[in-house]
């Protein structure tokens, strides 16, 4: 990248070594300057690189958090412009308007991995801009359609559009904050400002809208004041002013952002960084472990996908996104108990809000003033347990303690930028997987999150929610298992690399992570292939004692075998855990008499083998059984008569197989 890459003596004889002070020197900070850097990690910085860090939060976190304050403060423009005329002027009929929803939804997820791809051969200070560009543009033209159709093609450039923002914002945050001390506070700041657009633009809603509870907006006795004041000017309608507003406030963040968005450190351009500033940042960047920018390639895929931070982020950001729905729908509540106003109803749920802003700031400071990421995000999902629990019990639980567990739900979407502080750092030696997964991520749990929400909080269940809350209970739980798996993986990844003496994560972070659990080198490998099938069953099982109660039907065979197929399951499970611990993998058992081992290993086997044979036999009968529940035709139940013989036959067989051969 001509001279930018030349880095200079004099470039890193300067201040890239200020702020990284050995254990020793950090342990004699007074309590004066200890506390000036947990208030702004920079104040503790010499002037010139606390004048560079400055740059850097002006230009890039300004220009990201009041992009995403605008985004969210037009994210009703759609429902307010239902109330106020579009539904008759078009017309929006039926279930169009969850279709234009759906058709947002679309653009949103599939453009995410797409962009990410593209930012690796594109420059960001023009790719993100010109997408800003375009969802303005668009957005234009949703003032001038004149059929729905029309409406379903911009709401999907729109959500196209805005795909491409939330995951390229995360890519230059990690790329230029590159200490332990910067990175989360920056990143929940910045997530932060889209609660505060969408409190914003709620209480201005509810000058003139409110909600019928089923679903579906409707206009109080006055519209909203944009409606009521250019309803008519020029010959357009009010709704139509609404979405020509929307375009007006994001173009200058859209314009702005050429200039502003400065790159990586090693692809930069920009006019307000110096070229010792650029050098500067970009040893910075090397010495934190951030790989140099990587273009894609087949092969390169093929290496992300490969790794196991593609599969545990993944599966984790699902579970996390998927359970943030419980606290959305505390308006119904307050509506089944008839003793609340209108007004009243749809403000007091927005202090759930206010929740999150306070948490996100709170655990955005906390996490970097103790350089600690997992225990940020444990925390949030004890919380929203506790929660979660409380709403999925419902019967005997006091009122207060109902209302309290709504607002505490705001507790975990605070963590969101944590978790993607913990990616911008765990994939910081290749740029290509960082830029991959924070989009991947983001996209699969948005593409479910589409359609999970619809299924487990049916309206016709309000306010109790049984299903949704026993669903958001399980996921907590489905995403505490991953992130488990991930920080034991990220411990051992630390203690290879530090074995190896290869380039590896930043002194402190590895500190961090060897402070969090312990487990045997490549047996963890196995916890990545069990978390997520378990799981699976474990939600499976729920669902389906959760079917019963709601059913009021009570358990029959295919139940019972449920229940003994799952336990024996996890005994099996167990089993091979200790199998490949202590004889597997390389690694040697505890001292023991040869005559000993082949003891303890030959019942380890028998009882392993018997697990295998009754979790496989107990599964197949509870399918059968099902099937004869569900099927009451002769024709039909004389095959799965036979096969549940044969089953039974199998299962004594092979039993008697493993005793006699042990």
């Known amino acids: 990248m001509g001279p930018l890459q030349k880095v200079t003596a004099e470039a890193i004889a300067r201040p890239v070594s200020t702020s990284d002070h050995s254990e020793e020197e950090y342990d004699k900070k007074s309590l004066k300057r200890r506390i000036r850097e947990i208030v702004w990690d920079s104040l503790d910085r010499k002037p010139e690189e606390r004048r560079m860090i400055a740059k850097l939060d002006f230009f890039i976190l300004t220009w990201a958090s009041l992009a995403y304050f605008s985004k969210n403060l037009n994210s009703n423009n759609l429902s307010n412009a239902y109330v106020s005329g579009m539904k008759e002027e078009l017309p929006v009929i039926g279930n169009e308007y969850q279709t234009l929803t759906t058709m947002w939804t679309i653009g949103y997820v599939v453009s995410q991995i797409p962009s990410q791809l593209v930012c690796t051969r594109v420059r960001l200070s023009i790719w993100c801009p010109t997408w800003e560009l375009i969802w303005v543009l668009v957005t234009f033209a949703t003032a001038a359609v004149k059929t729905s159709h029309q409406l379903y093609a911009c709401r999907f450039f729109v959500g196209l559009a805005e795909g491409t923002f939330y995951p390229a914002v995360h890519t230059v945050l990690g790329a230029w904050y590159t200490k332990q001390e910067e990175l989360a506070k920056r990143s929940c700041i910045f997530f932060a400002t889209a609660f505060i657009g969408s409190m914003f633009s709620g209480y201005l809603v509810r000058s003139g809208m409110s909600f019928d509870f089923e679903g579906r907006l409707s206009d109080t006795s006055q519209q909203a004041a944009l409606h009521t004041g250019m309803n008519g000017v020029h010959g357009l309608s009010g709704w139509r002013w609404l979405f020509i507003f929307d375009g007006v406030i994001t173009l200058p963040m859209a314009l702005w952002a050429y200039y502003a968005l400065p790159d990586l450190p090693s692809t930069t351009r920009v006019k307000w960084l110096k070229h010792e500033e650029k050098e500067f940042f970009l040893q910075r960047m090397k010495k934190a472990g951030r790989d140099l920018e990587e273009p894609v390639t087949v092969a390169g895929l093929k290496r992300v996908v490969g790794k196991w931070h593609f599969w545990v982020y993944t599966t984790y950001y699902t579970f996390f996104i998927c359970s943030e729905n419980i606290g959305s729908f505390m308006n119904l509540w307050l509506k089944s108990l008839n003793k609340y106003t209108v007004p009243q109803i749809n403000t007091y749920p927005t202090a759930t809000n206010a929740v999150t802003i306070i948490t996100t700031l709170a655990y955005g400071w906390t996490s970097d003033a103790l350089q600690i990421r997992a225990p940020i995000i444990y925390f949030s999902l004890v919380v929203c347990f506790f929660a979660a629990m409380n709403l999925a019990i419902w019967d005997g639980v006091p009122f207060g303690l109902k209302w309290a567990s709504f607002y505490l739900t705001g507790f975990a979407q605070g963590s969101g930028p944590i978790f993607f502080t913990m990616v911008n750092e765990q994939c910081a030696g290749d740029s290509l997987e960082r830029k991959f997964i924070l989009g991947t991520t983001n996209s699969i749990a948005y593409a479910f999150n589409a359609w999970i929400p619809l299924v487990t909080y049916n309206t016709n269940y309000a306010p109790r929610f049984l299903v949704g809350n026993a669903t958001t209970v399980a996921l907590i739980v489905g995403a505490a298992i991953t992130i488990t798996v991930a920080v034991r ?5 630390a203690d290879t690399a530090c074995k190896n003496a290869a380039p590896a994560p930043s002194p402190a972070l590895l500190r961090n992570m060897r402070g969090w659990f312990t487990m045997a080198g490549p047996v963890v490998d196995l916890y990545v292939s069990i978390a997520i099938p378990l799981t699976a069953a474990t939600f499976a099982l729920v669902f389906q004692f959760v079917a019963r109660r709601i059913s009021k039907c009570h358990l029959w065979f295919d139940d019972y075998f449920a229940l003994l197929a799952y336990i024996l399951g996890w005994g099996y499970l167990e089993t091979v855990l200790i199998l490949l611990t202590h004889f597997g993998f390389g690694q040697a058992p505890k001292p023991m008499e040869p005559d000993q081992a ?61 005793l006699f051969q042990c």
């Open 598 to 658: 082949e003891e303890v290993l030959t019942k380890l086997v028998w009882v392993n083998e018997l697990m295998y044979a009754s979790t496989i036999a107990f599964s197949k009968l509870s399918f059968l059984s099902l099937y004869w529940r569900i099927f009451k035709l002769t024709v039909i139940r004389i095959p799965i008569h036979l096969l549940l013989v044969a089953c039974s036959t199998w299962f004594i067989i092979r039993t008697f197989g493993i």
């Open 489 to 493: 993986l990220q411990k051992r990844d």
